[in-house]
């Protein structure tokens, strides 16, 4: 057994999954297999059980039971007091577990109810890791923040999605603006991984790091298969460079070399607040950027291996070619050619 590897326990709060993958996704059944998929590209999963009042979902119980998914019976109770008993049950479980079995190192809680914030963070002060799994429309806003990562279901692959009259309509291709954010996430992240470390920061690192910082974040949001398949999409568009690192399949990130096209942009900065100097007062950082690329539509600061058009300017003051100058009454920095 590979001792680097995850050892994964799942638990199912079964009746909120499923009624909210009928109530919130057009009437669709539940499946179980994009789930355990999901699971499985993630580690080994060692434990797996469901909680509800069976008699309720007869066929899902033989769907569940050949993926080897233990089922808990709550005893026939009404409303809230079923619902309270399925909740204590599953938590009272999942820290017995987290306490008798060391050698389980994450754990995948499957609800998107809020009441399982508190059993989220006690797992997590025992040092495991914790995956949430819900249904978008019916998950508290309070739980993916609590979690390392979370997946809403309906954009696991597997999960289709029936349409309806009521659908709501899919949602619209990226635009720039979209992917420019995606990449300043990734650029400032490498970054602070840089400052914080002298190793070489490798893409599965520059993951998790993501993850702490959105465990909502998927790269399937943004029309990437893969964490790679994005990496090598920013790759080929000059913001990061990848080399081979240790371990096949986890490559070194780092940013492109600097060079000629660097100073360029120096120049293209330059020029455009010297001729804004001559038509105003004061040239102010909001909005320059928009000028610049008045005067070249695709210019990007993160291509030089900057995390924002501020850090850019600072670095062309350090060398020289500008001035900032923090305005109080404009709350902006002032910009001058030097």
């Known amino acids: 057994m590979n001792a680097d590897e995850e050892r994964i326990a799942l638990f199912l709060d079964y009746e909120n999954l499923a009624i909210g993958a009928r109530d919130e996704l057009g009437g669709m059944e539940f499946d179980f ?6 699971l499985a590209e993630r580690g080994r999963v060692v434990s797996r059980r469901a909680y509800a009042d069976w008699s309720m979902f007869d066929e899902d119980r033989r769907m569940l039971t050949k993926s080897h998914v233990e089922l808990i019976e709550i005893p026939q109770r009404m409303g809230a007091v ?10 009272v479980d999942a820290v017995e577990l987290a306490f ?11 609800t998107g109810d809020s009441d399982f914030t508190p ?9 495991k890791r914790v995956i949430g799994v819900g249904v978008r429309a019916s998950t508290s806003a309070l739980l993916p923040a609590a979690c390392d990562e979370f997946l809403f279901y309906e954009d696991l692959e597997g999960v289709e999605m029936r349409s309806s009259p ?13 992917v420019e954010t995606l990449a300043g996430l990734i650029v400032r992240t490498l970054g602070g991984l840089q400052r914080s470390s002298s190793d070489a920061v490798l893409a599965s690192s520059l993951k998790r ?10 790269e399937a949001h943004h029309g990437f298969r893969t964490f790679g398949e994005l990496l ?6 000059g913001t990061i460079e990848m080399s ?7 490559p070194v990130v780092d940013f492109p070399a600097r060079g000629s096209g660097e100073q360029q942009a120096f120049d293209l900065l330059v020029s455009v607040v010297s001729d804004l100097q001559k038509r105003n007062d004061a040239v102010l950082l909001s909005g320059l950027k928009n000028q610049v690329r008045k005067r070249q539509a695709d210019f990007s600061e993160k291509r030089y291996g900057y995390g924002g058009f501020l850090q850019f300017c600072k670095a062309a003051s350090t060398k020289g070619l500008i001035e900032l100058t923090w305005d109080e009454a404009e709350s902006d920095y002032v910009v001058k050619v030097a």
């Open 209 to 218: 790091a993501i993850l702490r910082k959105d465990p909502t974040f998927s």
């Open 119 to 127: 059993l989220v963070h006690k797992l997590r002060e025992l040092n």
């Open 232 to 237: 090598r999409y920013l790759d080929n568009e």
């Open 33 to 38: 297999k994009p789930i355990a998929e999901a």
């Open 100 to 110: 008798e079995r060391g050698y389980v190192t994450t754990f995948v809680i499957c």
């Open 244 to 250: 081979e690192g240790p371990a096949k399949g986890d």
């Open 82 to 91: 079923r619902k309270n008993a399925a909740d204590i049950k599953m938590a």
């Open 166 to 178: 009521d659908a709501t309509e899919p949602a619209k291709a990226e635009t720039g603006d979209d």
